[in-house]
Each structure stands twice: as C-alpha cells, then as structure tokens.
C-alpha cells in the first residue's frame, strides 16, 4: 500500500516567517513529487513539482527532496495570510502515473 | 490555455438515484483522472482514463463507473446514490508525459445526497 504521511496541523506561524511543511512516502520507487495548495471550498492548485533530490526554489516557495529519506518538504518565505490554506503532498511512481496524496497540512499565518 | 472544467458545480441528489457528472480537460492532455474527496478520507482516487480505456482504477464499488470520449473529455456516473457518496469530486488532467505526469485539478463537482 502506498501511503504519504503529512501532519495534519494545524501549523501556526506569524506573516513574515518561514512555514516549514513536511511530507514522507512509502514507495521506494516514486519518482514525481508536488505540492498542492487548497483553500476551502475550492479544488487543490499545483504550486511545485519536483524529480531530483536536493532543493528548488520558485519564488517564495522552495521544494526540497531526500529519495534516500523519502522526505519531501515545502518552504514558504516570507508567508503571508493569503498562504493559510491546506497543502497537500503528493508522490508519483512511473508505473501508474497516479500519485497518491497525502491528507493535508493545514496551514494558518496570521498578521 | 483554458483549464480544466467540470459540470455541474453543485448537486442535490436523493438515495437510490443516480448522478452523472462531466469533465473537459485541458486542451491536448489526453488522461483525465477522477478523485472524491471527504473531510474524513481526504483525496481518494476513483479511476482514470487515457485514449478512451481505463488505465487505473481505485478501490470503489462498481455503482461508481466512468467513460472518455474521443474529445478526452469524461464523465462520471455514480448509480444507487447512498449518503456517504456525498463528497467534493474532482476531475484532473494529464498530459502524461511519463516520468513528469502533472496533474491539473478542475473546480470539482459538490454532490450533497439527501
């Protein structure tokens, strides 16, 4: 069974800090990972994808992977109150193309 | 490019009916995938499709079923409705290019069952 861990939250920061989400799958094999954003009521919005190890960055958010830990993170720079919303990770292995999701981080930045 | 769509937005059903729901993905993506998604089980995959087949499938009853037309674009039918099917379900396209397959949410579909 293929899972993808996520603490649920809710994770708490102030505007201007650094939220720090965390993710771990399963799957040895997976090979694609992202991060999706999802507000309430509304469908979950692709914010990162990433296939190698190590970090990359677009614009305030920065994906990192670890294969060997099966740890995939998302930082979010500076967040503001319009980042509080539930991030969902996901993992992807070649075989299916389906990845599976994680339940969500809820995240909450307040003024 | 326009993205994904999804009809109807909103649903009220009742027991024992059933529910037929639409989605057109993204021009050019030839695999749709369907999700429901509950506050209690999160994200779930229900099946997708690629060229018209079947190509994966989640672990639910037969009553959910879908097709793809030779557009890519895909319905969803769900027979015998019960209460728990009530869920936020969500179309996702694909281009599928394997080993970077990205997957595009529509706006869902929210079908409350009464």
Redesign the interface.
Known sequence: QKEVEQNSGPLSVPEGAIASLNCTYSDRVSQSFFWYRQYSGKSPELIMSIYSNGDKEDGRFTAQLNKASQYVSLLIRDSQPSDSATYLCAAASGGSYIPTFGRGTSLIVHP | KAGVTQTPRYLIKTRGQQVTLSCSPISGHR?V?WYQQTPGQ??Q?LF?YFSETQ??KGNFPGRFSGRQFSNSRSEMNVSTLELGDSA?Y?CAS?S?N???????????TRLLVL
């Open positions: 695999s995938s999160g994200l995959f997708e190509r994966n936020l969500l694909s599928a394997r080993g970077q397959e990205t997957q595009y949410f529509g706006p869902g």
